[in-house]
Protein backbone atom coordinates (compact mmCIF):
# COMPACT_ATOMS: atom_id res chain seq x y z
CA UNK A 1 0.00 0.00 0.00
CA UNK A 2 0.87 3.67 0.07
CA UNK A 3 3.62 4.80 2.10
CA UNK A 4 4.55 8.47 3.22
CA UNK A 5 7.75 9.50 4.35
CA UNK A 6 7.82 13.46 5.77
CA UNK A 7 11.17 15.11 7.12
CA UNK A 8 12.60 17.14 9.27
CA UNK A 9 10.62 16.30 12.01
CA UNK A 10 11.15 19.23 13.34
CA UNK A 11 12.02 22.64 12.18
CA UNK A 12 13.27 25.55 13.70
CA UNK A 13 13.91 28.71 11.40
CA UNK A 14 13.54 32.72 12.34
CA UNK A 15 11.15 34.85 11.75
CA UNK A 16 11.52 36.06 8.03
CA UNK A 17 12.98 32.76 7.04
CA UNK A 18 11.80 30.56 4.72
CA UNK A 19 10.71 26.78 5.64
CA UNK A 20 10.65 23.92 3.63
CA UNK A 21 9.24 20.73 4.32
CA UNK A 22 9.23 17.49 1.73
CA UNK A 23 7.67 14.47 1.16
CA UNK A 24 7.41 11.39 -0.94
CA UNK A 25 5.19 8.90 -1.54
CA UNK A 26 5.35 5.51 -2.87
CA UNK A 27 2.17 4.79 -4.99
CA UNK A 28 2.66 6.35 -8.51
CA UNK A 29 -1.25 6.00 -8.40
CA UNK A 30 -1.43 8.81 -5.77
CA UNK A 31 -3.69 11.57 -7.09
CA UNK A 32 -4.31 14.26 -4.82
CA UNK A 33 -1.80 15.32 -1.95
CA UNK A 34 -2.83 18.21 0.55
CA UNK A 35 -1.15 19.81 3.37
CA UNK A 36 -2.56 20.52 7.11
CA UNK A 37 -1.35 22.46 9.73
CA UNK A 38 -2.38 21.39 13.07
CA UNK A 39 -1.94 24.18 15.70
CA UNK A 40 -1.70 22.94 19.44
CA UNK A 41 -5.09 21.15 20.96
CA UNK A 42 -6.46 22.31 17.75
CA UNK A 43 -8.42 20.21 14.57
CA UNK A 44 -6.42 19.89 11.54
CA UNK A 45 -6.83 22.20 8.84
CA UNK A 46 -6.21 21.93 5.00
CA UNK A 47 -3.48 24.66 4.07
CA UNK A 48 -2.86 23.81 0.41
CA UNK A 49 -3.42 21.03 -1.70
CA UNK A 50 -2.29 20.13 -5.12
CA UNK A 51 -3.29 17.36 -7.62
CA UNK A 52 -1.47 14.81 -9.80
CA UNK A 53 -1.98 17.16 -13.35
CA UNK A 54 -0.28 20.35 -11.81
CA UNK A 55 3.33 20.95 -10.93
CA UNK A 56 2.81 23.85 -8.68
CA UNK A 57 0.29 25.75 -6.74
CA UNK A 58 0.62 29.10 -4.61
CA UNK A 59 -1.46 30.64 -2.30
CA UNK A 60 -0.24 33.88 -0.62
CA UNK A 61 2.98 32.73 1.55
CA UNK A 62 2.65 29.49 0.92
CA UNK A 63 3.36 27.05 -2.21
CA UNK A 64 3.58 23.43 -3.00
CA UNK A 65 5.26 21.40 -5.82
CA UNK A 66 5.12 18.17 -7.09
CA UNK A 67 7.36 16.07 -8.67
CA UNK A 68 5.32 12.67 -10.26
CA UNK A 69 8.57 11.57 -11.83
CA UNK A 70 10.56 11.02 -8.55
CA UNK A 71 7.22 10.83 -6.18
CA UNK A 72 8.00 13.35 -3.90
CA UNK A 73 6.08 17.02 -2.99
CA UNK A 74 7.09 20.25 -0.84
CA UNK A 75 5.65 22.48 1.14
CA UNK A 76 7.54 26.13 1.00
CA UNK A 77 6.54 28.96 3.85
CA UNK A 78 8.10 32.25 2.59
CA UNK A 79 8.38 35.04 5.18
CA UNK A 80 7.91 33.12 8.09
CA UNK A 81 5.42 34.44 11.03
CA UNK A 82 5.44 33.16 14.65
CA UNK A 83 1.60 32.27 14.02
CA UNK A 84 2.99 30.02 11.32
CA UNK A 85 4.08 27.59 14.68
CA UNK A 86 2.20 24.46 14.44
CA UNK A 87 2.79 20.83 13.21
CA UNK A 88 2.48 20.75 9.46
CA UNK A 89 0.79 17.17 8.00
CA UNK A 90 1.42 16.18 4.00
CA UNK A 91 -0.92 13.66 2.74
CA UNK A 92 -0.99 11.22 -0.45
CA UNK A 93 -4.57 10.03 -1.43
CA UNK A 94 -6.22 7.71 -4.09
CA UNK A 95 -9.60 5.92 -4.09
CA UNK A 96 -10.50 7.81 -1.11
CA UNK A 97 -7.75 6.26 1.08
CA UNK A 98 -5.50 8.80 2.57
CA UNK A 99 -2.29 8.04 4.00
CA UNK A 100 -0.60 10.93 5.92
CA UNK A 101 2.75 11.46 6.69
CA UNK A 102 4.19 11.41 10.25
CA UNK A 103 4.12 15.35 10.52
CA UNK A 104 6.57 18.88 10.94
CA UNK A 105 6.95 20.68 13.70
CA UNK A 106 7.66 23.72 12.75
CA UNK A 107 8.49 26.33 15.29
CA UNK A 108 9.07 30.62 14.03
CA UNK A 109 11.53 32.23 16.89
CA UNK A 110 10.91 36.19 16.56
CA UNK B 1 -22.83 26.94 11.25
CA UNK B 2 -21.20 24.33 8.79
CA UNK B 3 -19.54 22.21 10.90
CA UNK B 4 -18.40 18.66 11.96
CA UNK B 5 -19.69 17.59 15.25
CA UNK B 6 -18.32 14.36 17.55
CA UNK B 7 -19.61 13.09 20.84
CA UNK B 8 -18.52 12.59 23.38
CA UNK B 9 -15.26 14.72 23.48
CA UNK B 10 -13.80 12.65 26.12
CA UNK B 11 -13.82 9.31 27.30
CA UNK B 12 -12.40 6.66 29.85
CA UNK B 13 -13.69 3.58 29.40
CA UNK B 14 -12.38 -0.26 30.52
CA UNK B 15 -10.79 -3.11 28.34
CA UNK B 16 -14.08 -4.75 26.15
CA UNK B 17 -16.93 -2.67 26.99
CA UNK B 18 -18.52 -1.57 23.69
CA UNK B 19 -18.45 1.99 22.50
CA UNK B 20 -19.74 4.25 19.94
CA UNK B 21 -18.32 8.03 19.44
CA UNK B 22 -20.82 9.75 16.72
CA UNK B 23 -19.89 11.58 14.23
CA UNK B 24 -22.01 14.51 12.54
CA UNK B 25 -21.65 16.58 9.75
CA UNK B 26 -24.34 19.53 8.42
CA UNK B 27 -22.44 20.55 4.81
CA UNK B 28 -24.22 17.42 2.86
CA UNK B 29 -21.10 16.22 2.09
CA UNK B 30 -20.58 13.15 0.02
CA UNK B 31 -17.33 11.37 1.81
CA UNK B 32 -16.59 10.99 5.66
CA UNK B 33 -13.50 9.52 7.35
CA UNK B 34 -12.32 8.45 10.64
CA UNK B 35 -8.57 9.31 12.14
CA UNK B 36 -6.55 8.21 14.89
CA UNK B 37 -3.84 10.66 15.84
CA UNK B 38 -0.62 9.08 18.16
CA UNK B 39 2.09 10.78 18.65
CA UNK B 40 5.22 10.35 16.04
CA UNK B 41 2.65 8.43 14.14
CA UNK B 42 0.72 11.48 12.52
CA UNK B 43 -2.64 11.17 11.34
CA UNK B 44 -3.93 7.78 10.14
CA UNK B 45 -7.00 6.57 8.80
CA UNK B 46 -9.16 3.90 9.92
CA UNK B 47 -12.53 3.58 7.79
CA UNK B 48 -13.94 6.17 5.23
CA UNK B 49 -17.17 6.65 3.48
CA UNK B 50 -17.99 7.68 -0.40
CA UNK B 51 -21.60 7.54 -0.23
CA UNK B 52 -25.02 6.28 1.89
CA UNK B 53 -23.59 1.93 2.62
CA UNK B 54 -20.56 2.54 0.99
CA UNK B 55 -17.67 2.48 3.59
CA UNK B 56 -13.95 0.78 3.32
CA UNK B 57 -10.73 0.35 5.15
CA UNK B 58 -7.97 2.76 5.77
CA UNK B 59 -4.89 1.62 7.04
CA UNK B 60 -6.00 0.79 10.77
CA UNK B 61 -9.05 -0.69 10.13
CA UNK B 62 -8.57 -3.73 13.21
CA UNK B 63 -10.66 -3.02 16.06
CA UNK B 64 -13.20 -0.72 14.52
CA UNK B 65 -16.33 -0.58 12.42
CA UNK B 66 -18.68 1.86 11.12
CA UNK B 67 -21.77 2.88 9.39
CA UNK B 68 -23.13 4.80 6.93
CA UNK B 69 -26.98 4.45 7.10
CA UNK B 70 -27.47 8.41 6.40
CA UNK B 71 -25.72 11.14 4.75
CA UNK B 72 -24.50 13.15 7.84
CA UNK B 73 -24.16 10.54 10.06
CA UNK B 74 -20.82 8.02 10.67
CA UNK B 75 -20.35 6.43 13.94
CA UNK B 76 -17.15 4.47 15.23
CA UNK B 77 -18.12 1.81 16.88
CA UNK B 78 -15.68 -0.30 19.24
CA UNK B 79 -16.93 -3.58 19.87
CA UNK B 80 -13.97 -4.48 22.31
CA UNK B 81 -11.78 -2.02 23.26
CA UNK B 82 -8.23 -2.33 23.98
CA UNK B 83 -5.66 0.00 25.75
CA UNK B 84 -3.81 0.04 21.98
CA UNK B 85 -7.09 1.86 21.08
CA UNK B 86 -6.05 4.64 23.72
CA UNK B 87 -5.53 7.90 21.18
CA UNK B 88 -7.10 10.95 20.15
CA UNK B 89 -10.02 10.63 17.26
CA UNK B 90 -11.28 12.91 14.40
CA UNK B 91 -13.51 12.77 12.28
CA UNK B 92 -14.19 14.39 8.88
CA UNK B 93 -16.09 15.02 6.31
CA UNK B 94 -15.45 16.12 2.42
CA UNK B 95 -17.57 17.61 -0.48
CA UNK B 96 -16.68 15.46 -3.05
CA UNK B 97 -17.08 11.69 -3.10
CA UNK B 98 -13.59 10.66 -3.54
CA UNK B 99 -12.13 12.86 -0.59
CA UNK B 100 -10.32 15.05 -3.37
CA UNK B 101 -11.17 18.47 -1.47
CA UNK B 102 -10.91 19.91 1.97
CA UNK B 103 -11.82 18.03 4.57
CA UNK B 104 -13.22 19.09 7.61
CA UNK B 105 -12.43 17.63 10.48
CA UNK B 106 -14.59 17.40 14.01
CA UNK B 107 -12.83 18.51 17.18
CA UNK B 108 -11.87 15.13 18.19
CA UNK B 109 -12.37 12.85 21.00
CA UNK B 110 -10.03 12.23 23.42
CA UNK B 111 -10.61 7.93 23.91
CA UNK B 112 -8.66 6.44 26.89
CA UNK B 113 -9.48 2.80 27.64
CA UNK B 114 -7.95 1.07 30.83
Known amino acids: GENVEQHPSTLSVQEGDSAVIKCTYS??????FPWYKQELGKRPQLIID?????GEKKDQRIAVTLNKTAKHFSLHITETQPEDSAVYFC?????????FGQGTELSVKP | EAQVTQNPRYLITVTGKKLTVTCSQN?????MSWYRQDPGLGLRQIYY???????DKGDVPEGYKVSRKEKRNFPLILESPSPNQTSLYFC?????????????FGPGTRLTVL
Open chain 2, 49 to 55: SMNVEVT
Open chain 1, 50 to 54: IRSNV
Open chain 2, 27 to 31: MNHEY
Open chain 1, 27 to 32: DSASNY
Open chain 1, 91 to 99: AASKGGKLI
Open chain 2, 92 to 104: ASSFLAGGTDTQY
